[in-house]
């Protein structure tokens, strides 16, 4: 049945985006107030209204003990807070782009799940604006539970938007088995000190080790901006581990630490424009040459590393350069079940060029580079969108380039009807010449083929393709979107020249999904995805797992092997910086 299905899925995710027939979103025509919108067409804005909701709470009203508990443990977003990322002011004329693009700035905020700007005329030939969002469900929770004692390995306590200010603060605690327990704690403030700013920090205290982040940013929300900064410092230390053949998962001790200082600015207008940048930045790294397996409480030697990574202390100045020629086109339902997207369509390329600068503390003589391409269509039912990421460094004369780490996604949309969506993609890992330790698995979460989460296989570079078919069935009681999807995953890997790395040969799993959103139109979805893998080897096994992610940013997320792999003061995209 799967070699029928697959041909025909694949197929379908490949028709031109040319002959399919525009479909545009329909505005809703009536603003919160129930009075008709019209066009942002330069009128002078005479007032603006703010209807902040929380539909999580105002939909349990016929059930008066679950709407005071709901009140209890959500605050709804402050109006102020809204007002400062909006674009527009009274007195000021109505701009469609900035209209466009502070509803757009509001839905990308972690708290919010939608987003609308209104205009309104009056009877003195201008406007007002009604804003109106809608908020996220602010409860962080997360948990773990095994057969074994104790019952609870893991909890996750905190709130997304405390006391409705846009602040996040969690705490998490990790039952260390044999080791000490672990504990974490993570501050970000969307708004600090009332101005554009995010500032964050994080502390962990690990089983073996631990680590501190502390970061501050003007980010870069929108092309109407001309500036954007950062400013962050951490520092690790724990063991990494590493998969190979068997039963043991040994590790390697590691020692980070790191700085980054750097802005950018806007040249041109909104749309098609540069950006020019500049960056200080500082990695300082030791990773150990013993194997060591944690037993009962300790760490025991079990023989020297197959790879030696050397000790390497880099400062560099770097240059930031980018262009870009693009706009955002609303959906809805692409990456999320039901909510409102803003899907970039055009073409940008950013790139970083580095050098090491002995004053600023390098030991050593090298030269960087990085770049990110992004490019977007869509037409009618489909979508198409292209991403790709590089990094690597060649140390002065020589002529190999190592730390190379090359990322890309192709993801093809075809969305039917509001209720069915056809979602095909490819993704590509692959480092080269590692300068830490590093291994991409077949089963990673988010990167991975599902149902190979427990194998033993690493390796150096990693394709899989992904089919989709999904289904949204409507809502459950006005408090939740919901759906069903049909997938089939497909990978292999190639051993490259990491620790224990292996080629695989193609690893293939089928299942399904059940999908949630609360709120209703909630860019995070809830998955619990079932997963038979279709190869008895390689520790494959029906799993199921459960995930809440919001996969609408403009950047994809990398798998977590990945991520790790990176420089840590390389910026992701200098557009959706930091």
């Known amino acids: 049945m799967l070699r029928r299905f697959a041909p025909r899925a694949l197929a379908l995710a490949a028709i031109p985006l040319g002959s399919l027939r525009a479909q545009e979103p329909l505005r809703p025509p009536v603003a919160p107030s129930g009075r008709l919108t019209t066009a942002c067409n330069g009128q002078r804005i005479d007032d603006i209204v703010i209807y902040s909701e929380a539909p999580s709470v105002a939909n349990l009203q016929r059930v008066p003990v679950l709407a005071r508990f709901a009140r209890s443990m959500h605050a709804t977003t402050r109006t102020e807070l809204i007002r400062r990322f909006l674009l527009l002011e009274e007195t000021e004329p109505c701009s469609e782009l900035r209209r466009a693009e502070s509803e757009r700035i509001l839905r990308a905020q972690p708290y919010i799940a939608d987003a609308d700007v209104f205009v309104i005329p009056n009877d003195h030939g201008g406007v007002e604006l009604e804003v109106r969002t809608s908020d996220e469900v602010s409860i962080v929770f997360g948990g773990s539970v095994r057969a074994q004692s104790p019952n609870l390995s893991f909890l996750l306590l905190g709130n997304a938007n405390l006391a409705g200010q846009g602040i996040f603060l969690s705490g998490a605690w990790r039952d260390g088995l044999d080791l000490r327990d672990a504990f974490t704690l993570r501050f970000e403030d969307h708004q600090f000190l009332g101005k554009p700013w995010v500032f964050s920090s994080e502390v962990e205290r690990a089983t073996l080790g631990g680590s501190y982040r502390v970061e501050g940013t003007q980010p870069f929300l929108t092309d109407l901006q001309r500036v954007a900064w ?94 870009r020629d ?69 140390g002065s004369g020589i002529s190999q380039w190592d730390g190379v780490l090359t990322t890309g996604r192709v993801t093809h949309y075809l969305k039917f009807s509001p209720w069915h969506l056809n979602q095909a993609t490819v993704e590509w890992s692959g480092g080269y010449h590692q300068r830490t330790p590093f291994q991409l698995l077949i089963g990673v979460p988010e990167g991975g083929v599902r149902g190979y989460e427990e194998s033993r296989l690493a390796g150096g570079q990693r394709i899989v393709a992904r089919v989709e078919e999904r289904f949204r069935l409507g809502k459950v009681s006005d408090l939740a979107d919901a759906g069903i999807a049909f997938f089939a995953d497909a990978g292999r890997m190639w051993a490259g020249d990491v620790p224990f790395g292996t080629n695989t040969s193609v690893k293939t799993s089928i299942g399904f999904s059940v999908l949630g959103a609360a709120p209703i139109h909630s860019a995070r979805m809830w998955r619990v995805d079932f997963a038979l893998p279709l190869n008895s080897e390689a520790n494959s096994r029906f799993t199921v797992k459960v995930s809440n992610i919001d996969r609408t940013q403009f950047v994809f997320r990398e798998a977590r092997d990945v991520f790790v792999g990176r420089e840590l003061t390389v910026p992701s995209s200098i557009f959706a910086w930091p």
């Open 230 to 323: 950062r400013v962050r410092s951490g520092r690790s230390k724990g063991y990494v581990e590493l998969r190979m053949p068997g039963d043991d998962t040994p590790t390697l001790a590691t020692e980070r630490r790191y700085f980054d200082v750097g802005g950018i600015i806007r040249v041109g207008p909104p749309g098609r424009l540069s950006l020019f940048g500049a960056s200080l930045t500082g990695d300082d790294e030791r990773t150990g040459d013993r194997l060591l397996l944690p037993e009962n409480g300790v760490l025991r030697d079990i023989g020297q590393s197959p790879r030696i990574y050397p000790a390497h202390k880099i400062a560099r100045a770097n240059l930031l350069v980018g262009i």
């Open 326 to 394: 693009i706009r955002f086109v609303r959906a809805e339902g692409l990456d999320a079940l039901n909510a409102t997207q803003d899907v970039p369509v055009g073409f940008q390329l950013g790139t970083l060029f580095g050098r090491s600068v002995a004053m600023l503390g390098a030991r050593e003589e090298d030269v960087f580079m990085a770049g990110d391409l992004y490019i977007g269509a869509t037409r009618g039912k489909a979508t198409l969108r292209i991403q790709a990421q590089g990094e690597g460094r060649r």
